[in-house]
């Protein structure tokens, strides 16, 4: 019997936990609403129970004379379940307190959620018969019992219901409060578990693209080397059995069977260094390139020492001294500025002799960054192309004047900015061009 | 004594004809076997069907492989000698259009005595093989 109150107890009283969830359907929502305010209605009642009939309906009158709603109950039980009900006080006389249901009340009581210490005020014959159960009734509603010793004024009933009803009131701000607060960190755990879920989709999400993303590089890769071995085969024997051709028949052939010959053979030339300078750019743009302090100045000469097209006689480099430490990638940069000089012995005009200046200063007031200038004397650019010559494939004058490929100056850019530099420059036609390459110093 | 047999691995017929040519122009004794894949070589190095006459098929004293090649590759040749004494013995040299650093690195971890890149004129072919017969034993 008791254990059944003690369960009605845990689902009677509202709980500030029993928030409603958002998400939640409309129409439980409203059923939760409905419930809410019919709570309110009886929020302010005040539940009397006497077992002298008369007492309660006195108590009753005088109260309501006074605008407080009241709840009478017969017995104890009936009392029970008015405060689960609701109630803003509980007005007892001594006597009430004698009957066996009064553990069951203070199980009632003793279940109030934390927010909750319903006023008890009980009405006392004076004397010490009743005083140890008084006493456990106190222990139990947390010391909110007003013990108001019979005869009393009715004035005097009035003025303790109405000071037990105002401590209620400060409860039930508690309890919204309470509830605020409840709703607030259910909204922010939701709001926490819905970011841990868009984490993980993330995570998932760069998992998978990355996963794609290395599929298809590796793709390409496989494709590049494709590139490399079977595309050049076929050009390895055009040029071959050209040479082969000139070489053993070249004294019976005709100069037009020549002239032909020389055209397959520089077409597959041309088609080869094709490949090989796309296959560079690939490499360029996805190999790997480790940074580390690098003397230009030496790379330089060894470039300039080195490469066959830079070997004429008729060429003159000066490198204005010193020239800066940059942080570097040493194959890079050898691209970077074998290209920059291939170009500028390349583009000149036929009778000119090419004059290339190497200088660098510094690009940024603290020196972090430096500004390298190749200055040559060559046919220049128009101002308009010159964004458009670091591009792939971009020729700006006809193969039979200049041979080349398009793609030297893409290297280029893209080996510079791999190195978080830049590049670009500045040239008047027929006044030769400045190419200039920035990069980090430290 | 006959001058040692090189066993050529190649598929790519106009190669072969560029590596004969050399071999004559560099008039070197040597006679030349032409595997036209991994599988052949393997074949002629292991002495299977008509390769069990070593009269006729001697072992060579120069494996030139190239890397890519049907059925069996370069490499799986390569792996294949080290697994294979006494055949691990022959010196192999790799002989190949392919630049990729990886591939050279690959080939001599696996006992490849030597990296060659084809070159694009044959000219310059002859000038190879006589480096590449340095290692013929």
């Not at chain 2, 790519?12 to 991994?38: E, Q, S, W």
Request: charged share 25%; glycine share 6%.
């Amino acid at each position: 019997m008791k254990r059944d109150v003690a369960t009605e107890c845990i689902i009677g009283w509202e709980e500030p936990d029993q928030v409603l969830p958002a998400g939640q359907p409309a129409k439980e929502a409203t059923a939760k609403h409905s419930q809410t305010v019919s709570r309110t209605q009886t929020d302010q009642r005040v539940i009397i129970s006497a077992p002298s009939g008369g007492d309660s309906v006195g108590m009753a009158a005088i109260l309501q004379a006074e605008g407080i709603q009241t709840h009478v109950c017969e017995g104890l039980e009936g009392c029970s379940r008015g405060i689960l009900e609701g109630g803003g006080a509980l007005l007892l006389t001594e006597e009430a307190l004698e009957s066996p249901r009064v553990s069951d009340l203070l199980d009632v009581l003793k279940a109030q959620p934390p927010w909750s210490e319903l006023p008890v005020i009980i009405l006392t014959r004076g004397g010490e018969s009743r005083r140890v159960q008084l006493l456990d009734l106190a222990a139990a509603a947390a010391g909110t019992v007003t013990l108001l010793e019979r005869p009393l004024a009715a004035r005097t009933l009035i003025r303790s219901v109405e000071v037990a009803l105002r401590s209620r009131r400060r409860q039930y701000e508690v309890r919204e409060l309470l509830n605020e607060r409840k709703a607030a960190e259910a909204e922010l755990t939701r709001a926490q578990e819905q970011l841990r879920e868009y984490a993980a989709n993330l995570e998932r999400t760069v998992a998978e693209r990355t996963a794609r993303l290395n599929e298809t590089v590796q793709e390409l890769e496989a494709y590049s080397y494709s590139i490399a071995h079977d595309m050049r085969a076929p050009l390895r024997a055009m040029l071959g059995f050209s040479e082969i051709l000139m070489e053993e028949h070249g004294n019976q052939l005709d100069e037009q069977v020549e002239t032909y010959v020389e055209r397959i053979s520089s077409a597959a030339n041309r088609l080869d260094q094709l490949i090989q300078d796309v296959l560079t750019y690939s490499r360029v743009v996805r190999g790997d390139i480790p940074l580390g302090p690098l003397n230009t100045e030496k790379l330089l000469r060894e470039i300039i020492e080195s490469y066959p097209n830079l070997q004429r006689p008729d060429i003159r480099i000066e490198i204005v001294r010193p020239l800066p430490v940059v942080r570097a990638n040493p194959a890079a940069l050898t691209q970077v500025f074998s290209n920059l000089l291939g170009n500028a012995v390349k583009f000149v005009r036929p009778d000119v002799p090419p004059r290339i200046k190497i200088h660098a200063e510094p690009a940024t007031a603290d020196n972090r960054r430096v500004r390298f200038w190749f200055e040559d004397n060559g046919i220049g650019i128009e101002p308009e192309s010159a964004e458009r010559i670091f591009q792939m494939f971009q020729r700006l004058n006809r193969a039979e004047l200049f041979e080349g490929t398009g793609v030297g100056l893409a290297i280029v850019r893209k080996a510079v900015e791999r190195m978080g530099g830049s590049v670009g420059v500045e040239s008047e036609v027929g006044r030769g061009s400045r190419f200039w390459v920035e990069l980090k110093t430290i | 004594m006959n001058a040692p047999l090189i066993l050529l691995a190649e598929d790519d017929t106009n190669d072969v004809y560029f590596f004969k040519r050399a071999v004559d122009k560099l008039a070197i004794p040597n006679r030349v076997h032409v595997a036209r894949d991994g599988k052949e070589a393997v074949a002629y190095l292991n002495g299977e069907g008509e390769f069990a006459d070593r009269e006729r098929h001697p072992l060579p004293g120069l494996i030139v492989l190239d890397l890519n090649m049907p059925r069996q590759n370069g490499f799986e040749i390569l792996k294949w000698l080290q697994q294979s004494p006494p055949l691990d013995q022959l010196p192999a040299v790799i002989l190949t259009s392919s630049q990729a650093q990886r591939d050279v690195q690959q080939a001599l971890e696996l006992g490849a005595k030597q990296y060659y890149v084809k070159p694009s004129s044959p000219g310059k072919l002859p000038e190879l093989l006589k480096e590449m017969m340095t290692y013929c034993r």
